[in-house]
């Protein structure tokens, strides 16, 4: 397991609590529970921070620098299709099970309407 927090994620957290915390105080609440994480935090699987973790065979248009094509297929073993929020190039800000679902149809159409009738590289690199 590779993941971890960048200072890009941090500061981008940072950003959105603080501008939450104006709105907050703007309420006048009793109080306010939360912040942002610190510089420096590192991803910990033992308290809830995500469970949208993504990525590892990420789809793209260049063999170079990605795992699969846009229909899921991989770029070296053409037989070889992978569905699942492994895809994902970025880790989205929202619920990723809608998306894994729509890519898994758009590949298995692919692989129903074109692959099956021509086996091989649905996309050339
Ligand atoms: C607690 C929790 C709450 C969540 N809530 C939401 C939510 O509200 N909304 C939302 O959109 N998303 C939610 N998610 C995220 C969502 O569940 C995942 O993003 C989604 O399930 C990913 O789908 P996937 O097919 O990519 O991977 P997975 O569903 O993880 O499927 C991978 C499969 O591969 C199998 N596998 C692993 N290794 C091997 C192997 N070597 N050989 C064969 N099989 C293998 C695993 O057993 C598993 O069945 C939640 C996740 C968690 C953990």
Known sequence: MTFDWQE?????????VG????????????M??????????????TVYQTTHISGGAIMGDDPKTS??????????VPNVFVPGGSAFPQGLGYNPTGMVAVLTYWSAKA?????LKNLGALVQA
Do not use: C
């Open 67 to 76: 795992a699969v094509n846009r229909y899921l297929q991989s770029w070296d």
């Open 8 to 16: 890009n994620d941090i500061k981008m957290a940072q950003f959105m």
């Open 32 to 45: 306010i529970i939360g912040g942002a994480k610190k510089p420096g935090t590192h991803f910990d699987s």
């Open 19 to 30: 501008k939450m915390h104006k709105i907050a105080e703007a309420m006048n609440p009793k």
């Open 111 to 115: 692989i129903r309407e074109q692959y």
